[in-house]
Every structure is written in structure tokens, then in C-alpha cells.
């Protein structure tokens, strides 16, 4: 019986066995070790225990895997480069920062008392509905409506300023 036959079942049932904990796909760690036995193999001929030599090899190429997922850095398509958040490069700081000084303008700009209401749910303490309304002078249970109101007013602001397109010197 031909070496490959005679591992294939039992490489297939170790790989399916150790792929789920390692974050790969079965085939794929059926294939590294296919590779490694034929590294082994023109190196220095097949193995002499090829069942124990088979159930290393899965072990190791799986420990590899796992290894390689903790290392790697998902590649985002959109943005061009590694998605490790939108703060993971310094484009993406300055970007972030930008974005959060825009929206700290525009609760400013609100009317009434929807910058203090905004500002306090917002505030780094991370307060409660209680903490708040106690603050701001309201009912606890006319918090949710008035944070309602005042967003539905950034948003429409927010949506005003996006949607008005700069003309950059065209009449």
C-alpha cells in the first residue's frame, strides 16, 4: 500500500481533530503536512513510524497556525492597509481626532440645552441617567426624550453640513 493511502483517513481525521483549535481550515492543515512528508521524504525518506511522525506533524503545523494568527494583522481592503482600528496608523489618529474635534463643534452649536445634555452623556466619567439629570436640573425620565431630540438635531445638522458640497472655486 502506497504511504500516501495509507495516511490519507488518518490525516484527515487528525487534521479535522486540530483545525477547529487552531483557527484553520482542515484541508489547510492537511496540506502543510502533505508538504512536509514530502520535504521529509526527498530529504531523507518517509518516515519510519509514519502514523506517530503523521500525528506530530499535525500537532506542530497546527501550533504554527495558531502562532501565525496571533502575529497577523488583518488586512483592510477599503482603507489600504492593516485594519487594527481606525487609530492604528497616524493618519488615522490625526483622522479620529478630527472627527471627534468636528462633533465637539457641533454640540456646541446646538440649541438650548442640548450641548449640556450631549456633553454629559458624553463625558469621559461615563455617568448614569441618574448622575446626569441630577446635573442638569431634569427628571430622570425626561432624559431619554430630550437626548432623543438633541440628537435628532445633530444629525440633522451633521447630515446639512455633509450633504451642502463645497464648490472649491467652480460657480
Do not use: F, K, N
Not at 82 to 92: K, T
Not at 103 to 118: D, N, Y
Amino acid at each position: 500500500m502506497d504511504l500516501v493511502e495509507e495516511l490519507s483517513p488518518l490525516l484527515a481525521a487528525e487534521a479535522a481533530a486540530e483545525a477547529h483549535g487552531a483557527g484553520i481550515d482542515p484541508a489547510d492543515l492537511e496540506q502543510g503536512v502533505w508538504l512536509r512528508l514530502l520535504e521529509l521524504t526527498r530529504a531523507a525518506g518517509p518516515p519510519p513510524h509514519p502514523a506517530a511522525w503523521l500525528r506530530t506533524a499535525v500537532r506542530e503545523e497546527a501550533r504554527g497556525a495558531r502562532h501565525r494568527a496571533h502575529r497577523e494583522v488583518p488586512y483592510d481592503p477599503v482603507g489600504g492597509g492593516p485594519s487594527g482600528g481606525p487609530e492604528s496608523c497616524a493618519e488615522g489618529r490625526v483622522l479620529a481626532a478630527e472627527t471627534g474635534r468636528a462633533l465637539r463643534e457641533a454640540v456646541r452649536r446646538l440649541p438650548g440645552r442640548c450641548p449640556r445634555v450631549l456633553g454629559a452623556l458624553l463625558s469621559r466619567s461615563d455617568p448614569t441617567y441618574r448622575e446626569i439629570a441630577g446635573e442638569l436640573g431634569i427628571s430622570q425620565g425626561s432624559l431619554g426624550p430630550v437626548r432623543s431630540r438633541c440628537l435628532g438635531c445633530l444629525r440633522r445638522m451633521l447630515t446639512a453640513e455633509v450633504a451642502a458640497p463645497d464648490l472649491r472655486g467652480r460657480a
